[in-house]
C-alpha cells in the first residue's frame, strides 16, 4: 500500500494507467459522496414531508432513495477495483459532495419535490461529465457503471418532475 494525498492506493493488475487510475478513483469518490448525500437527503424528504399529498409523496421518496442506496456499494467496490480507498464514512462525504445542503425549513409537498428535483438533477448532471471522463480514459467498466447510475437516476428524476408538470 503506498499513500498519495492522504489517500492509500492499493497494487492492482488492472491494466489502466495509474495516473489514469487515480484520476477515476478521485471522480468515483465524490460520485460516493454525492450518491450517499443524496439517498440521505431524500430520506430526509421521506422522513419530514407534510402536507395534502403526505403518502403518496412519502411513498414515492422512499422508492426513490432505493433507487441510489445500492449504488453507493458499486461505486465504493469500482473504487477498490481501480486500487483505490473508498472514502464512505459519513463525514468524508458530507465533506466531500457537491450536492447543496438540506433546506431544513422545507416540509410542504411542492417545496419538498422542487428540493429533491434540485439535487437529482445535480447528481445526474455531474454522474453524465464522470461518464465522459471515464470514456476519454478508456475506462469502460466505469463509464458502464456510472451509465447504469444515470438511467435509474433520470427515470426517478422523471418521477419527481413529473408531479410538478401538467
Do not use: C
Not at 128 to 142: F, H, L, V
Request: net charge negative; aromatic share 6%; no cysteine.
Amino acid at each position: 500500500m503506498t499513500t498519495t494525498a492522504t489517500r492509500p492506493t492499493f497494487p492492482t493488475k488492472n491494466d489502466l494507467d495509474p495516473t489514469i487510475r487515480a484520476d477515476l478513483v478521485q471522480i468515483l469518490n465524490r460520485q460516493l459522496a454525492a450518491n450517499a448525500d443524496l439517498y440521505a437527503q431524500t430520506k430526509q424528504a421521506h422522513w419530514n414531508v407534510k402536507g395534502m399529498d403526505f403518502m403518496q409523496l412519502h411513498l414515492l421518496f422512499d422508492q426513490i432513495a432505493e433507487v441510489v442506496e445500492p449504488q453507493t456499494d458499486e461505486i465504493a467496490e469500482r473504487i477498490a477495483a481501480l486500487g483505490g480507498y473508498a472514502e464512505g464514512t459519513i463525514r468524508m462525504t458530507a465533506d466531500a459532495s457537491p450536492l447543496p445542503e438540506w433546506p431544513r425549513d422545507v416540509v410542504d409537498g411542492r417545496g419538498t419535490l422542487e428540493a429533491l428535483i434540485e439535487r437529482w438533477a445535480a447528481y445526474a448532471a455531474m454522474t453524465r461529465k464522470a461518464i465522459e471522463t471515464a470514456s476519454e480514459q478508456g475506462d469502460a467498466a466505469t463509464e458502464g457503471l456510472l451509465t447504469d447510475i444515470v438511467t435509474e437516476v433520470d427515470k426517478a428524476l422523471y418521477f419527481l418532475e413529473a408531479h410538478l408538470q401538467g
